[in-house]
Nanobody
Framework: QVRLVESGGGLVQPGGTLRLSCAASTSIFSINNMGWYRQAPGKERDLVATFTRGGSTLYADSVKGRFTISRDNAKNTVYLQMNSLKPEDTAVYYC?????????WGRGTQVTVSS
């Protein structure tokens, strides 16, 4: 079963940028649905951005135009480029892959946007 490890989180000022990485332990070439979710304190885990079947991308309305999801199948890695960060983007960001054996989640990386 694939394992996912997120990295790249941290503390950033409003308006700043971060790039998150999700490294998979096996090939992601055949995994169509793979993306990012986030969970703020006291809130549910919500979709941020994901690849869907057919190679399309889906974004939450709150991040459209600011965040970009990408993938490098040769490196078994999915990225989330986050620009123009806002305090409300503060959350733990999780990577998820929908595999043949079911959904697999990483352990998350903390993103804090604060001055």
């Amino acid at each position: 079963q694939v394992r996912l490890v997120e990295s790249g989180g941290g503390l950033v000022q409003p308006g700043g940028t971060l790039r998150l990485s999700c490294a998979a332990s096996t090939s992601i070439f055949s995994i169509n649905n793979m993306g990012w979710y986030r969970q703020a304190p006291g809130k549910e885990r919500d979709l941020v951005a994901t690849f869907t079947r057919g190679g399309s991308t889906l974004y939450a309305d709150s991040v459209k135009g600011r965040f970009t999801i990408s993938r490098d199948n040769a490196k078994n890695t999915v990225y989330l480029q986050m620009n123009s960060l806002k305090p409300e983007d503060t959350a733990v960001y999780y990577c998820k892959a929908d595999t043949r054996l079911g959904p697999v989640w990483g352990r998350g990386t903390q993103v804090t946007v604060s001055s």
